[in-house]
């Protein structure tokens, strides 16, 4: 008897998902010598905004100088290059799957209004964290820990270990 | 690495990432309630996915690099600031458990029409904004405890080898405890 | 499906027990820059035409000559007891034993001393110890020892002494000819030159020679 699935997608293997991203991390390392990362794109863009709007604000900034123009480092428009990329894969993944759908995810214990706001309070916080530890999870924490990078494990653990807890502080927004 | 011409640089870039987008969204990481449920129990994806990308990852630049075809020595390792590694962890898993993202998921979240996606990678914006501009205050935290380009491995005293099978093991263990704790759990819809 | 993952998981161990039974051939020692910089700078590295030569006639057994031009030059013309390692293949395998003897001085020469003074640099990173560059190069030889320029009038008695003992060398290098006509520099004004001695000094082979390894 075919069992049809009445909810649901289809997704891929976990392990098998992790076999392949991890494949294309390796690929990235080899070809560029550097990991992945994603947070550095929003990064590039917002120095880009910024000293496009208020140049002179921009160049006297202690932060922003780091990544304007002379000292810009190649890496920074690589970043913003590989998220058009990972947009791209996202949307054709999506596609495939068929899941491409406007929606706002949430439990339905609560509204969608709170999910946003913690989705927007959320990368706020997330901001802000990523440019610390001059990483998000994918380029601090997974290609740091591809090149056993110590302070790639330490913000790993930090990462999970917070969220960990948090999670069952905001348990009412999940499940 | 200039194994390539860096002409090409960019269009890697983008194949890359579509590499990236692509694996990570087929696995689920474009929802929010799935990316969470590890925190949960209900399902473990972002354990699986991770540390199985890790340990690949980790495995192949070691063989490569003992079999010479790679110089490990010109990997660009993420260097250690130990107090800003630690704090930014926190602030981040914050934002984590909050917002159900992370920079990468929440693309792929944008690209299949999530619109709390696009909330959050907002949200990064004006988070990454708030940082530049406080940055006199965090300056210091910013740059303490540099520990330069430190390996695990060495803090550790240990070979990479040693260590990349060690994680390997481990991660393993956890694979086998996650699919355990699956089962047992309450089934949560999602 | 659970047989399939506990296979796939004996799989991904043997893979990772694999680096530890794999040898690195990725681990190549290299030597720091600020160590080469200071190094470079030295100077000590350079030995000069006449030591060689002195440690040739002498017979030095420590002293390990390297022509590191393209082999055809090597094979017209080449220093008594030189061995021929060209530049490009500095660093291979094959010369390793030749270039880690820990009891010689390895004295890379070419036609001038820019190719020497690269295989001195590439063998001073990767380590190896105990290596000179003759400085001047088979040209520099060439023109005081064989074709040796007489010195002035006003030239000091140290000067008349090189070129003495490059004529002596000459003789020894050329065979000596009896046509060849063995002209001795006379200064009346300055004391009478002493009789040409080639001193062979055997050097310790232990002699410490700097170099900033």
Known sequence: MEQKKKTGTTYLNPYLGGFCFGLVLLATFVITGRGMGASGAVKSTVVEAVSTVAPAHAEKSAYYSKFLSDNAHPMNTWLVFESIGILA?????????????????????????????????????????????????????????????????ITMMAIFGTAFVFAWVFKKNWI | MGVIPES?????????????????????????????????????????????????????????????????????????YLASAIIGGIVMGMGFAMGGYCPGTSFCGIAIGKIDALLFVAGLFIGVLIFSEAFPLLEKLYNSGNLGHKLVSDSLGISKSLFAFLLTVVAIGMFFGATWLERKVKKVEY | MDRRYTILALIAIILAAGLLIIPDKGKT????????????????????????????????????????????????????GAISIPLDSILSQTWQDV????????????????????????CTRAGTRKVFVMKGGLNYWYNTIIKGAEPSNTASSEDLDQYSFRQAAKLYF????????????????????????????????????????
């Open chain 3, 174 to 213: 050329t065979g000596g000819s009896p046509a060849e006509e063995r002209r001795t520099y006379i200064n009346e004004d300055a004391p009478e030159p002493a009789k040409v001695k080639v001193n062979v000094v055997k050097k310790a082979p232990a002699k410490s020679s700097g170099g900033g390894c």
């Open chain 1, 89 to 153: 894969g996202a949307f054709l993944s999506g596609l495939l799957f068929n899941r491409l759908k406007f929606k706002v995810e949430h439990s339905p214990k609560i509204t969608s209004k709170r999910r946003l706001i913690f989705a927007l309070a959320g990368g706020a916080l997330f901001g802000i964290g990523s440019q610390l530890a001059k990483g998000c999870t994918s380029g601090a924490a997974l290609s740091g820990m591809a090149v056993l990078s110590l302070g790639g494990f």
């Open chain 3, 29 to 80: 020692k290299e030597m720091e820059p600020e160590k080469l910089l200071s190094a470079v700078n030295d100077q000590a590295r350079f030995i000069t035409t006449d030591a060689v030569t002195e440690r040739i006639i002498g017979g030095d057994p420590t002293l390990q000559l390297i022509d590191v031009r393209p082999a055809d030059q090597f094979n017209k013309f080449a220093l008594p």
């Open chain 2, 8 to 80: 090409w640089n960019n269009v890697f870039a983008v194949l890359l990432g579509m590499g990236f987008g692509f694996v990570l969204e087929g696995s689920g990481f474009s929802s929010s309630r799935k990316i969470i449920g590890t925190f949960f129990g209900y399902d473990f994806v972002v354990l699986k996915v991770f540390f199985t990308a890790a340990i690949t990852a980790m495995i192949g630049l070691l063989y490569l690099s003992h079999i010479g075809w790679l110089d490990f020595s010109l990997l660009y390792i993420h260097p250690t």
């Open chain 3, 99 to 122: 270039l880690q003897q820990p009891g010689k001085d390895k004295v890379f020469y070419s036609n001038g001393d820019v190719e020497a003074d690269a295989a001195w640099q590439l």
